[in-house]
Nanobody
Framework: QGLLVESGGGLVQPGGSLRLSCAAS????????MGWYRQAPGKLRVLVAS???????NYVDSVKGRFTISRDNAKNTVYLQMDSLKPEDTAVYYC????????WGQGTQVTVSS
């Protein structure tokens, strides 16, 4: 089992920025590539950004150039810096291992609206 706690969401206007944080238990963080996922209302949860243990990052096209994923190995924490936010970024954001098998946290709501 593992523990994931996401934070940093909120209401922001289009064009604004947010920084999400995810504190992960060591058994998840230390041995896995990590990802940020999002689930918009009525849609499936999808992976939007990932980072390997070595720091290599990957993004879906819709967030490329606007979102930046990073990890602090000393703090077992993953971050998602989100800039130039759009209304279509509105969703609940979750972090988890890229490899399946760990329970999901509660996520953090991001709402982009004027």
């Amino acid at each position: 089992q593992g523990l994931l706690v996401e934070s940093g969401g909120g209401l922001v206007q289009p064009g604004g920025s947010l920084r999400l944080s995810c504190a992960a238990s060591r058994n998840i963080f230390s041995f896995n590539d990590m990802g940020w996922y999002r689930q918009a209302p009525g849609k499936l949860r999808v992976l939007v950004a990932s980072i390997t243990r070595g720091g290599t990052t990957n993004y879906v096209d819709s967030v490329k150039g606007r979102f930046t994923i990073s990890r602090d190995n000393a703090k077992n924490t993953v971050y998602l810096q989100m800039d130039s936010l759009k209304p279509e970024d509105t969703a609940v954001y979750y972090c988890n291992s890229v490899a399946p098998g760990f329970p999901w946290g509660q996520g953090t709501q991001v709402t982009v609206s004027s």
